[in-house]
């Protein structure tokens, strides 16, 4: 059984940074995909980011490029979420996701 689990996730002022991090257990793969989303309050789960564990390639939505930075340790099983620039409509739970299990999430709230 996989389990996520999200960390890192608080209150921070507008243009400040926060870094996410997702913990995965019971991962048999060595290649695998990992996803960032992130919803907020009345709104869908948005898709954040995602990298490959053991290829590195990763992708971002445009909304975030530039700003946020998605790694991992594959050792660790565990993927990072640098998040720089903050705004405060970015406020929102933000989720681990490796399908088509997901985290409890953590909240980021940006805000002055």
């Known amino acids: 059984q996989v389990q996520l689990v999200e960390s890192g996730g608080g209150l921070v002022q507008p243009g400040g940074s926060l870094r996410l991090s997702c913990a995965a257990s019971g991962v048999t793969p060595r290649i695998y995909v990992m996803k960032w989303y992130r919803q907020a309050p009345g709104n869908e789960r948005e898709w954040v980011a995602s990298?490959?564990?053991?290829?590195?390639?990763?992708n971002y939505a445009d909304s975030v490029k530039g700003r946020f930075t998605i790694t991992s340790d594959s050792a660790k099983n565990t993927m990072y979420l640098q998040m720089n620039s903050l705004k405060p409509e970015e406020t929102a739970k933000y989720f681990c996701?490796?399908?088509?299990?997901w985290g409890q999430g953590t909240q980021v709230t940006v805000s002055s």
């Open positions: 990298i490959t564990i053991g290829g590195r390639t990763t």
């Open positions: 996701n490796l399908e088509p299990y």
